[in-house]
């Protein structure tokens, strides 16, 4: 299985909250998450403990072209597994739905 920390995303500790879908965008891009789509596999997302907020806009920009890429939320649920507490995991859980939504015109 592959694994993804988001500790380099929210600089090791120095951002505890994750937003803005720009920055979303500039972590899918610095994580290759194009290439990591397109390999087989599962993937662990590592959200850190410290992380208290993963917007819904960040998850949007950081995982939205995923969703479209493997045609929707359950494909996208079978490759990517999230490690996160309970709080955040809410916050993924809105993530996907807004990604899913007719609003983002995703699937």
Do not use: H
């Amino acid at each position: 299985m592959n694994k993804i920390d988001l500790d380099s995303v929210a600089g090791s500790g120095r951002t505890r909250n994750l937003s803005g879908k720009e920055r979303g965008i500039a972590a899918r891009k610095q994580l290759k998450l194009d290439a990591i789509d397109a390999q087989p596999g599962e993937v662990l997302v590592v959200v850190p403990d410290y992380v208290d907020t993963i917007s819904p806009s960040f998850f949007q920009g950081l995982f939205s072209q995923s969703i479209r890429t493997l045609k929707g939320k359950d494909r996208f649920l079978i490759k990517y597994r999230f490690d996160a507490n309970d709080s955040t995991q809410r916050w993924i859980e809105v993530g996907i739905r807004n990604a899913c939504s007719s609003r983002g015109a995703l699937i």
